[in-house]
């Protein structure tokens, strides 16, 4: 059984460009994270999905981040017009079900560099 | 909003040694998950423990203990007979038993094990 696998692995973009990281969940998992790593910080909350739904947005900065989880393929976070404080790492994680609330099982990790 | 606050940024111990890692949360809840994971430098998230909060009895898993004290909202982890791969960044976090909840990280303590 894969785990969560993220792609790519590392990305480097220039100022302006845009980023788009990639997250399959486990399988049967139905529910995705994404958080963001900044450099000798912890783990921040970005964004929590079902398929076809957003459900919580509330760590998603306002502008340039979206993210999107189709009925069909992996779910997307994407970084329009990248800057460098965007250089991060993103990881994904994800859940077999909502209510039962156990550990989530993460991804490695997608390092993002902007120049 | 819950918060988890890891008071040692850094920690090191002797190889074959046992070390303390401290976490505190602040939640109003009373139903809830708190989690220790690692991340070594490949920087994958792996989670080393688990304790549910209606459990009285701490949780273990082989050298790996924790030191669950509700009233206090205090989570200790506790490593026994140190080894040298146990040095990796250390992450408390918490989430609460309801649907779709996220995972709340604190700031992380850096271990290193001398040999």
């Known amino acids: 059984n894969a785990g969560v696998m993220q792609n790519p692995r590392h990305l480097v973009r220039r100022r302006g460009q845009e980023a788009r990281l990639r997250c399959s969940p486990m399988?049967?998992?139905?529910?995705v994270y994404w958080y963001r790593q900044l450099p000798e910080e912890g783990l921040k909350f970005m964004v929590y999905?079902?398929?076809?739904?957003?459900?919580?947005e509330s760590g998603m900065p306002k502008e340039r981040f979206s993210a999107e989880f189709p009925k069909e393929g992996p779910s997307i976070l994407r970084i329009q017009q990248v800057v460098r404080g965007d250089s991060a790492a993103y990881f994904c994680?994800?859940?077999?079900?909502?209510?039962?609330?156990?550990?989530?099982?993460f991804g490695e990790g997608s390092r993002l560099t902007v120049l | 909003a819950q918060t988890v606050t890891q008071s040692q940024p850094e920690m090191s111990v002797q190889e074959a040694e046992t070390v303390t890692l401290s976490c505190t949360y602040d939640?109003?809840?009373?139903?809830?998950?708190l989690f220790w994971y690692k991340q070594p430098p490949s920087r994958q998230m792996i989670l080393v423990i688990r304790q549910e909060a209606y459990k009285q009895q701490n949780a273990t898993e082989n050298r790996f203990s924790v030191n669950f004290q509700k009233a206090a909202k205090s989570f200790s982890l506790k490593i026994s007979d140190s080894q040298l791969g146990d040095a990796a960044m250390y992450f408390c976090?918490?989430?609460?038993?309801?649907?779709?909840?996220?995972?709340?990280f604190g700031e992380g303590t850096q271990l290193t094990v001398n040999p």
């Open positions: 399988k049967g998992h139905s529910h």
């Open positions: 994680a994800s859940s077999p079900r909502s209510k039962i609330a156990g550990e989530l099982f």
């Open positions: 976090a918490y989430r609460e038993e309801t649907s779709g909840s996220r995972l709340t």
């Open positions: 999905l079902q398929k076809e739904n957003i459900i919580d």
């Open positions: 939640t109003s809840e009373s139903d809830y998950y």
